[in-house]
């Protein structure tokens, strides 16, 4: 469950799933079959609070989308900036043959410090969005397995 823990609101989801699970296992059943009958109010009542979270998942994950977007974008700006610092460090330091050498040698350094960074930070980043949505997928993948054998249940029992 770990990310729903962090900041995703996915215990309402779990604790509703949970609550249409113990609905099923506590229903009545038929006689001679493998069916149950189940209060329809009370499953209705379950999917509707279902519908209502699940857009709240994802705006939450469109929120860690767009995060993600404005880490890379900082991390692109900060690289920049960098890069300028050290072209604006070799451009002072040209008068002496040994001082620009040492110049380049630190704005190379530089440079390649902040696309190492830049380049961890978008990995981190899409890592962290992979996450969140294989998380998501699995919510919303379980409630809709949760939901259609309801379903399927339900039109069993009008039978």
Do not use: W
Not at 77 to 88: H, P, Y
């Amino acid at each position: 469950m770990g990310l729903c823990e962090g900041g995703l609101n996915g215990m309402a989801i779990d604790e509703i799933l949970d609550e249409i699970e113990h609905l099923l296992l506590e229903a009545g059943r038929v006689p001679f079959t493998n069916k149950r009958v189940i209060e329809e109010d009370d499953m209705v009542r379950l999917i509707d609070e279902l519908r209502d979270e699940l857009p709240k998942e994802i705006q939450e994950a469109n929120s860690l989308v767009r995060d993600r977007e404005q880490i890379m974008n900082d991390a692109k700006r900060e690289a920049n900036n960098i890069v300028e610092q050290a072209k604006m460090y070799a451009i002072k330091l040209t008068d002496e043959h040994e001082v620009v050498k040492l110049a380049q040698t630190q704005a190379k350094e530089i440079v390649e410090k902040s696309m190492r960074n830049s380049k961890e930070l978008k990995e981190n980043s899409l890592e962290y969005a992979d996450e969140v949505f294989k998380h998501l997928a699995s919510n919303i993948s379980s409630a809709l397995n949760v939901i259609q054998a309801a379903h399927a249940n339900l039109k069993q029992n009008k039978k």
